[in-house]
């Protein structure tokens, strides 16, 4: 919750303790996109912007790219097929990282990650991030992939859980379009 304002007369460990709570305020504050919506988080600032199509409200595919993209790559030849997902961030191509997580006050890249896709069924590809107690930060994050009738991945007080795309030869498409928030219990 804001503080109050401030008044005239208020000593100076008032206005330290709203000073205070104003930072922890901000700090809880966490702008998370949703249908239609996507938060650009650049070194510039902060943008929100609407994917919605002006005609009906309907969601479209984002024109400029995003964090957390997939495609798939064929590292063979036709003949003899190599098949990876790659997840990046389209809208930076030359990134290294694939887009970034927020974990409380931690911002965490997220390494450019190919994944060898070695089934003919469908496939999802998962982010977890990982609670570790006595690293800075105190978090891991990796990319996985699972076919589908797999047992489902689920998180626990240490781990996070989040598909980031989904696939079936030779397609693939982004299951988000904006950097990653984590919510849990171990932060």
């Not at 965490?108 to 070695?118: G, I, K, Q, R, S």
């Amino acid at each position: 919750m804001l503080p109050s304002k401030l008044t005239h007369g208020d000593n100076l460990a008032n206005l330290f303790d709203k000073y205070n709570r104003l930072v922890d305020y901000l700090r809880e504050t966490r702008l998370v996109a949703g249908p239609g919506i996507r938060i650009n988080r650049l070194p510039a600032g902060t943008t929100i912007e609407s994917t919605a199509a002006a005609s009906g409200g309907t969601p479209s595919a984002p024109t400029e790219g995003h964090p957390f993209d997939a495609t798939i790559i064929n590292k063979g030849t036709e003949e003899n097929p190599d098949y990876y997902a790659k997840i990046y961030n389209s809208s930076l191509p030359d990134s290294p990282y694939a887009g970034i997580v927020y974990v409380g006050d931690w911002e965490l890249e997220v390494p450019v990650t190919e994944l060898a896709v070695n089934t003919e069924n469908g496939f999802w590809v998962y982010l977890t991030v990982s609670y570790i107690e006595e690293s800075t930060p105190p978090f891991s994050t990796a990319f996985h992939i699972m076919t589908y009738g797999s047992d489902y991945p689920y998180g626990d007080d240490k781990t996070y859980v989040t598909f980031v795309a989904e696939g079936k030869l030779p397609n693939i498409a982004s299951r988000t379009d904006s950097d990653i928030s984590v919510y849990g219990r171990y932060i």
